[in-house]
């Protein structure tokens, strides 16, 4: 089946602007991830998106990102006035989530976002 | 709050050598544990789980990893390396408390000299 999939697989963007970043997960996937990926820091939790709770948003870095899901099923990540410490590869994953028992997350390819 | 170590940005070792790769954990609860493998150019993937049961786990492509409750740890081996494994390994932890939130470490890239 399709996997998890994620759009823009580049983005290239000024200072300033804004960007939009979306996620579709695996069919039935109940939980959502947003991650960020740089050069040397691994994994950094952004938010977590959990059936119809309220998502856990304390990994987002600062009131510039924001994310949201809609139905339940495609993710959007916005960041706001970018900068360029915010250049970093975004990865999206997801995975069956609560009430199934822990089950590991299926990752997107990432979008890579660079601020020039 | 769960959180990840891992030990050593870089590991580098021989073709056929022992692969060792460290992970230390902190949790308050009983941890779900996991490894995840990131091929050059690839997204990552599953490379071994632990929930419940049987401390040491068997993953793909000839890794385990033995869960050390004692010790707080979750060390990934194989005992000989393949020139394919090179690759960048993340552990992660994942508590139930947390709603199954799952928290990477900052990766170990592994290189093998042939």
């Known amino acids: 089946g399709a996997g998890v999939s994620q759009s823009p697989s580049n983005k290239v963007t000024e200072k300033g602007k804004d960007v939009e970043l979306r996620c579709d997960p695996i069919?039935?996937?109940?939980?959502l991830y947003w991650y960020r990926q740089s050069l040397g820091q691994g994994l950094e939790f952004l938010i977590y998106?959990?059936?119809?709770?309220?998502?856990?948003k304390s990994g987002l870095p600062s009131d510039r990102f924001s994310a949201e899901r809609t139905g339940g099923s495609v993710s959007t990540l916005t960041i706001q006035r970018t900068q360029q410490e915010d250049s970093a590869v975004y990865l999206c994953?997801?995975?069956?989530?609560?009430?199934?028992?822990?089950?590991?997350?299926?990752f997107g390819n990432g979008t890579r976002l660079t601020v020039t | 709050a769960q959180s990840v170590t891992q030990l050593g940005s870089h590991v580098s070792v021989s073709e056929g050598a022992l692969v060792l790769l460290r992970c230390n954990y902190s949790?308050?609860?009983?941890?779900?544990l996991f490894w995840y493998v990131q091929y050059p150019n690839q997204g990552l993937q599953l490379l071994l789980k632990?929930?419940?049961?049987?401390?040491l786990v068997k993953g793909i492509n000839g890794f385990e990893a033995e869960f050390k409750k004692s010790e707080t740890s979750f060390h990934l081996t194989k005992p000989s390396a393949h020139m394919s494994d090179a690759a960048e390994y993340f552990c992660?932890?994942?508590?139930?408390?947390?709603?199954?939130?799952?928290?990477f470490g900052a990766g170990t890239r592994l290189f093998v000299k042939a």
């Open positions: 994953a997801s995975s069956l989530g609560q009430g199934r028992g822990i089950s590991p997350l299926h």
């Open positions: 069919s039935g996937h109940t939980a």
């Open positions: 998106f959990q059936g119809n709770s309220a998502p856990d």
């Open positions: 949790s308050s609860v009983p941890p779900y």
């Open positions: 632990y929930t419940t049961g049987a401390t």
């Open positions: 992660a932890v994942s508590e139930e408390t947390g709603g199954f939130k799952t928290i």
